[in-house]
């Protein structure tokens, strides 16, 4: 009723009745309206999403490419710094030569034989390399007095080697790892006044002083240095590592740099007691902390028309010159950037003439290869030409597989790879002499990890 008298009162004053609004319509059309355009605001979101992830993808990307970029630059502005590693020291290394030492960490690897290895260490290339064996007192049966523990004094007194340092008992071998070894670290740091260099093997790996000795002379003590046998994790990850197998050399600015981050606690250079890996595998964090501070890898490899071939060797004699190593192995050899490529190859390629270090070496193979290398290839070589059946003598003083390692291999019975091992051993290697410098590295190129084929280049 109110409604029409309305309608015909602005009737009568001449203005058009107002038009009712039927609100069920306009819902009916709001709500049509909304369903229609549901598909396309579920295609916008779909478009912004796939739009983020390539963003976040293209980031990363550009990330790793900026990394390589940065590592390849500092490898530009180092040029001098390699020059400078190449030169001998001048200072207090005149009066005290080869001033280095060889620390022994205990292997992971048949715990029950260190002794039996210690022992074929000091017989063989323990005095020459002056050995220091790594020690928890209460799991080491040798005579106390074969052992001079290591007191502070220089390594240039009249003393004689291998000598013992005995870890504090506060420190687990088992869970603290890494505690061991920045324990051991300071220890050296004591004694940078006379120590230019530590090699660190452990007690699975042969040792050919007259090679470390004279790879060691073109060096630098006061550049920091990190050089062994390079390594690279597959899948992106972020380490460049020295095999603790083969052994690597540190310089004394080098000690000096970890002991340093350590007392900062860099958090790079710091692992948790609860990671059982890194406690057990120590030379990563080290790695890691050095990196930290733009030490990086170097090649080491032998230059002279040898394609690179590498003088720390992961493996034993055997292997190395068969090629007879792991896959994991190769691969972390493919994932390096340089060029010549680091493929694992067999003898002669595998090796450098001047080869310093072997690896998986139990006590019988360790005095074996030292007797080939000291009495029986001199002998062959004086006798020209040789009626010595080289291959024959391998097969009869090479170890029987009960007293090989479980990793080594006995001497081939196949006359290929039993000849790739003798030419390794009576042909290939040779002994530095006394005042030769072996300086035939390969330019020092760093060493960059393939993180993407599309974003990096060889150098």
Known sequence: ?????????????????????????????????????????????????????????????????????????????????????????????????????????????????????????????????????????????????????????????????????????????????????????????????????????????????????????????????????????????????????????LSKASIQLLLRLVHE???????????????GNPGLVVARCLASSGVIPLDTREEHNSGGRHRFHAYGPVRTATAAVDDWYTRMHDSLLVNPPANVAPAPNCCAKRTISFHYVEAHEQCTIHTILQDAVPRFRATVPSNIDTIAWLRTNWPSPAKLGGYSLQFPQEPKPASQVEHLLFHHLQMAGPSDICDDHVSWRLLLHRHNNNNTQRL
């Open 1 to 249: 009723m109110i409604g029409t008298t309305a309608s015909s009162a602005s009737m009568r004053r001449g203005r058009k009745p107002p038009v009712a609004v039927n609100r069920l319509t306009y819902e009916d059309e709001k709500s049509g309206s909304s369903s229609l355009s549901t598909p396309r605001r579920w295609l916008i979101q779909l478009v912004v999403i796939i739009g983020l992830i390539l963003g976040l993808r293209l980031f990363i990307l550009s990330g790793r490419a900026a990394l390589v970029r940065q590592r390849a630059q500092q490898l530009r502005n180092s040029i001098d710094l390699h020059h400078l590693v190449m030169m001998k020291d001048n200072g207090a290394s005149k009066s005290c030569n080869d001033a280095f030492v060889t620390i022994v960490l205990p292997s992971v690897v048949n715990p029950r034989g260190r002794d039996t290895r210690l022992k074929a260490i000091a017989a063989t290339w323990g005095s020459d390399s002056r050995a220091v064996f790594v020690s928890h007192e209460d799991n080491v049966e040798v005579k106390e007095e074969d052992w001079i523990p290591l007191n502070g004094k220089s390594i240039c007194d009249s003393i004689t080697w291998p000598r013992r340092l005995i870890v504090p008992s506060s420190i687990n071998p088992a869970t603290m790892g890494v505690a061991r070894y920045f324990w051991v670290l300071q220890a050296l740091g004591n004694l940078t006044d006379t120590i230019k260099f530590a090699f660190f093997v452990n007690d699975h790996t042969a040792v050919i002083s007259s090679n470390l000795k004279c790879f060691l002379r073109s060096l630098s003590s006061e550049i920091p240095l990190y050089l062994g046998h390079s390594l690279a994790n597959r899948g992106g990850g972020k380490d460049i590592f020295n095999s603790g197998a083969a052994g690597y050399v």
């Open 265 to 279: 606690q860099h958090p790079s250079c710091i692992a948790a007691k609860s990671n059982k890996w890194l406690q």
